[in-house]
């Protein structure tokens, strides 16, 4: 019964940590009174006892997303390719699950208030974050955000500004009004929470592929989905596993703190894929970055335009660019010229893709898109 309950948690995307600890806890206290430790199992079933544990506090926000096989995309590369689909998630991205994490830990009910600054998917993490924890969110987003993510962060009842052109001008607004109104930060990418709650998709990927990666693709944009990924590996025995970073052109802040050998700021964010647009890269994932089994790629719009079509037609789901850049790496040959070049192997072990996800997308943006990407 004990085991089912925990398995059953487990798959809720329960924190691991907490689990153990009650299960060493209960261990520890069978051979005298396991009630004196939590009176809640006095004659109850254990799964009770499991539900009594302070829930709102342990268990995320986030769903276990789902992993599948993309066949098309499989024939490609004559390797398995697995999809850990993050665009199903309530809040549209993989973001929920740092941000909603964080949120957790740092923003208790009697919060004034959590604040955020984002291109979009941050911000709707942490208004969903906040609307579960009945406190009010504020989300600061630059003008470069589509009109659509306003409206969906209103309709989660957050409250949104219009700050400056691109995300670093709205971090900054989002950190000035922290401090003058007492709200709680929310970096979208820039925190060793956010991190530790993104490292339950590799928990999640341990527990479900049927062998270890051949490679992980990702997107990039401040280097937080990078951080958690690589802290996920490291924690399951996976630390060598290649990592492959995708970016834009034009939101490269990574890529080109690699080719100048330390951190850089951008002069401006060029690129479609404003999700992607932090000028400057966390210094934790310019440090993963240093790993001989880290690669970093760039793509152009286009191309990351380009693969959110064709993902929508072979796959029949619609994300955005930031995640297109993701997909190109499969779509537009960047995995097979690595092998050529002898930078992964070949053949190569499952891939898995991180579809990212994201909200900033709709039919009609798709069609703005295809008139400015290049
Ligand atoms: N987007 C952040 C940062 O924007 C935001 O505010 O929403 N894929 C999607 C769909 C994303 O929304 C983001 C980040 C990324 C990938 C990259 O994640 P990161 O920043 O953790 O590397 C400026």
């Given at each position: 019964m004990l085991c089912n309950a925990v398995l059953a948690e487990l798959d809720r995307g329960q924190c691991l940590q907490c689990l153990l600890y009650i299960l060493s806890q209960l261990a520890v206290s069978s051979s005298s009174s396991r009630s004196d430790l939590y009176p809640g199992l006095k004659g109850s079933c254990s799964t009770a006892l499991l539900y009594s544990f302070n829930m709102n506090k342990i268990q995320g926000f986030h769903i276990n997303s789902p992993l599948s096989e993309s066949l098309p995309m499989s024939r490609r590369l004559g390797t398995p390719v697995y999809l850990k689909?993050?665009?199903?998630q309530p809040s549209g991205s993989f973001k929920i699950r740092g941000i909603g994490h964080l949120v957790q830990q740092l923003a208790g009910?009697?919060?004034k208030g959590v604040i955020c600054s984002s291109g979009g998917n941050a911000g709707l993490a942490t208004a969903y974050a906040a609307r579960k924890l009945s406190i009010p969110a504020t989300i600061i987003v630059p003008s470069?955000?589509?009109?659509l993510v306003v409206e969906k962060l209103q309709d989660l009842g957050a409250m949104v500004k219009v700050v400056g052109k691109v995300w670093d001008d709205a971090y900054a607004e989002a950190l000035r009004l922290s401090k003058s109104e007492n709200l709680v930060l929310v970096p979208p990418f820039d925190h060793p929470l956010v991190w530790e709650g993104h490292t339950s998709i590799i928990r999640e990927l341990k527990a479900s592929?049927?062998?270890?990666?051949?490679a992980v693709v990702l997107s990039v944009g401040g280097g937080g989905l990078f951080c958690g990924v690589m802290q996920g590996l490291d924690e399951v025995g996976w630390g060598d596993v290649p990592v492959l970073c995708m970016e834009t052109h034009g939101a490269d802040c990574l890529n080109a703190a690699i080719k100048a050998g330390r951190l850089v700021t951008l002069p401006?964010?060029?690129?479609?894929a404003k999700c992607l647009g932090a000028k400057t890269a966390c210094s934790k994932a310019f440090e993963y970055s240093k790993r001989p089994n880290i690669i970093s790629e760039l793509v152009t719009d286009r191309q990351a335009l380009q693969a959110v079509e064709l993902f929508l037609d072979e796959e029949r789901v619609l994300v955005e660019l930031a995640c297109g850049a993701s997909l190109a790496a499969v779509y537009s040959g960047v995995i097979q010229r690595l092998q050529d070049e002898g930078r992964l192997p070949a053949p190569l072990g499952p891939l898995v893709v991180i579809?990212?996800?994201?909200?900033?997308?709709?039919l009609a943006q798709l069609q703005h898109l295809r008139t400015v990407c290049k």
């Amino acid at each position: 019964m004990l085991c089912n309950a925990v398995l059953a948690e487990l798959d809720r995307g329960q924190c691991l940590q907490c689990l153990l600890y009650i299960l060493s806890q209960l261990a520890v206290s069978s051979s005298s009174s396991r009630s004196d430790l939590y009176p809640g199992l006095k004659g109850s079933c254990s799964t009770a006892l499991l539900y009594s544990f302070n829930m709102n506090k342990i268990q995320g926000f986030h769903i276990n997303s789902p992993l599948s096989e993309s066949l098309p995309m499989s024939r490609r590369l004559g390797t398995p390719v697995y999809l850990k689909m993050e665009s199903s998630q309530p809040s549209g991205s993989f973001k929920i699950r740092g941000i909603g994490h964080l949120v957790q830990q740092l923003a208790g009910p009697s919060s004034k208030g959590v604040i955020c600054s984002s291109g979009g998917n941050a911000g709707l993490a942490t208004a969903y974050a906040a609307r579960k924890l009945s406190i009010p969110a504020t989300i600061i987003v630059p003008s470069s955000s589509p009109r659509l993510v306003v409206e969906k962060l209103q309709d989660l009842g957050a409250m949104v500004k219009v700050v400056g052109k691109v995300w670093d001008d709205a971090y900054a607004e989002a950190l000035r009004l922290s401090k003058s109104e007492n709200l709680v930060l929310v970096p979208p990418f820039d925190h060793p929470l956010v991190w530790e709650g993104h490292t339950s998709i590799i928990r999640e990927l341990k527990a479900s592929l049927p062998s270890r990666p051949g490679a992980v693709v990702l997107s990039v944009g401040g280097g937080g989905l990078f951080c958690g990924v690589m802290q996920g590996l490291d924690e399951v025995g996976w630390g060598d596993v290649p990592v492959l970073c995708m970016e834009t052109h034009g939101a490269d802040c990574l890529n080109a703190a690699i080719k100048a050998g330390r951190l850089v700021t951008l002069p401006d964010i060029t690129s479609e894929a404003k999700c992607l647009g932090a000028k400057t890269a966390c210094s934790k994932a310019f440090e993963y970055s240093k790993r001989p089994n880290i690669i970093s790629e760039l793509v152009t719009d286009r191309q990351a335009l380009q693969a959110v079509e064709l993902f929508l037609d072979e796959e029949r789901v619609l994300v955005e660019l930031a995640c297109g850049a993701s997909l190109a790496a499969v779509y537009s040959g960047v995995i097979q010229r690595l092998q050529d070049e002898g930078r992964l192997p070949a053949p190569l072990g499952p891939l898995v893709v991180i579809v990212c996800g994201g909200s900033s997308v709709s039919l009609a943006q798709l069609q703005h898109l295809r008139t400015v990407c290049k």
